[in-house]
Structures are given as structure tokens and as C-alpha cells.
């Protein structure tokens, strides 16, 4: 079992639409969670870090719940510019290596 | 902003030859990862160094060795190429000042074997 786990999508949304996506993690001690974007073939993109108290940037908040080990992304007013694969991102107990999820695919159309 | 330099950006090898990928860390950045992208695969992590010594092992085969130079560049030396080592190969930064752990990737090395 992976120890980030995410829906892959693919989430098709208009443009305008609020989409969010979640994500699980399985080791209750990681500190240091985050979501990256990744366009294809592309490196991935920190988008921001997530913090427990939530965190706003923008047009994306990130919410993390530690008792249920849960990670959330919410976009808001969708761009065509937002279609990518969003990785959710967990440090390890090591403080070095992250642990990515399989990633979700949005998809914005016009 | 300068960011993480990754060479060469493509490579193409026959199995069992020798491939050295190189990465350049964001200035003043003291940490760099090297993580593997297989097609349709997350990144996983292989290794990582700190002040140019391991700080932490994964899932990096016998044949891959790594290290970390004086000016702080790595080099991730390949031998016995298989075809399953065909992926995308990113190298990650961070140093001081970086907030809350956050990596900062290159634009990663394509290494396909025929």
C-alpha cells in the first residue's frame, strides 16, 4: 500500500469551477506535507506547503486534518492554465525523502 | 530566479553501458535529491546528500551510485544500464532559508535504453 494515496481523476472541469481534490496518508508521525503541480513530461512545481492551521494562495487553499490524515487542495474560478497533475506530497520520517501520491489529472476546458 | 540545472536533458544508452547524470543545486542550496520517474509512475526517491555526505538511502539500484561535490553539484553514475532505468531522472534542491523542507526541482534528464 502506498503511503500517500490519491484519486487519479481525471477531474474535467468548465473554466469558472471550483474543483478540490484529497489525499490520505498512512504514517501518523510525517510533520511536513505539500502539493505540487506536474505538467506532462515536466518537473513538478511546488505549489505550496500545507500547513494545520489551512492556507490560502490565491485562487488555492490547502487544508490538512491530522486525526483523520487527510490533505485537501481547493481551486477556485478554474483556468485553462490550471490543467496539469496535482501530486500530493508527504516528507519522511527521515526529513529527506518525500513520498509523492500517484497524482490526480485536471483537465479545464473552455 | 536561478533554479536547479540538470545535464544532459536527454540520453539515450544500449543495456549494459554507463550513463553519469549531473545536477546542479539553486546557489547556496547544501541538499540535493535525485528521484526516478518511471512512465506513468510518481517520483521516487533514490538518495539524497547533505554537506556532501548521504543523509538518506531509497529505492536506488546496486548499480547507481551517487555523490555530492565540493561545490556542492551531485552526479548520479549508472552502470549496467537495464531497460526498466529508462525514465525521467530529477534532481531537487534546498538550502537554508528554503521554508518548511520544500524541494525545488530541475527540469530532470530523459534517459532512454535501447
Known amino acids: 500500500r502506498k503511503e500517500v494515496e490519491q484519486d487519479p481523476g481525471p477531474f474535467n472541469v468548465p473554466e469558472g469551477a471550483t474543483v478540490a481534490f484529497n489525499c490520505t496518508y498512512s504514517?501518523?508521525?510525517?510533520?511536513?506535507f505539500f502539493w505540487y503541480r506536474q505538467d506532462c513530461r515536466k518537473e513538478p512545481k511546488l505549489l505550496m506547503s500545507v500547513y494545520s492551521s489551512g492556507n490560502e494562495d490565491g485562487r488555492f487553499t490547502a487544508q490538512l486534518n491530522r486525526a483523520s490524515q487527510y490533505i485537501s487542495l481547493l481551486i477556485r474560478d478554474s483556468k485553462l492554465s490550471d490543467s496539469a497533475t496535482y501530486l500530493c506530497?508527504?516528507?519522511?520520517?527521515?526529513?529527506?525523502?518525500?513520498?509523492f501520491g500517484k497524482g490526480t489529472s485536471l483537465l479545464v476546458t473552455p | 530566479a536561478a533554479g536547479v540545472i540538470q545535464s544532459p536533458r536527454h540520453l539515450i544508452k544500449e543495456k549494459r553501458e554507463t550513463a553519469t547524470l549531473k545536477c546542479y543545486p539553486i546557489?547556496?542550496?547544501?541538499?540535493v535529491y535525485w528521484y526516478q520517474q518511471g512512465p506513468g509512475q510518481d517520483p521516487q526517491f533514490l538518495i539524497s546528500?547533505?554537506?556532501?555526505?548521504?543523509?538518506d538511502k531509497g529505492s536506488i539500484p546496486d548499480r547507481f551510485s551517487a555523490q555530492q561535490f565540493s561545490d556542492y553539484h551531485s552526479e548520479l553514475n549508472m552502470s549496467s544500464l537495464e531497460l526498466g532505468d529508462s525514465a525521467l531522472y530529477f534532481c531537487?534542491?534546498?538550502?537554508?532559508?528554503?521554508?518548511?523542507?520544500?524541494?525545488?526541482f530541475g527540469p530532470g534528464t530523459r534517459l532512454t535504453v535501447l
Open positions: 504514517n501518523s508521525a510525517s510533520q511536513s
Open positions: 506530497v508527504v516528507l519522511s520520517n527521515s526529513g529527506y525523502a518525500l513520498n
Open positions: 546528500f547533505y554537506e556532501k555526505m548521504q543523509s
Open positions: 546557489p547556496r542550496h547544501d541538499t
Open positions: 531537487a534542491s534546498r538550502g537554508p532559508g528554503t521554508g518548511d523542507n520544500e524541494q525545488f
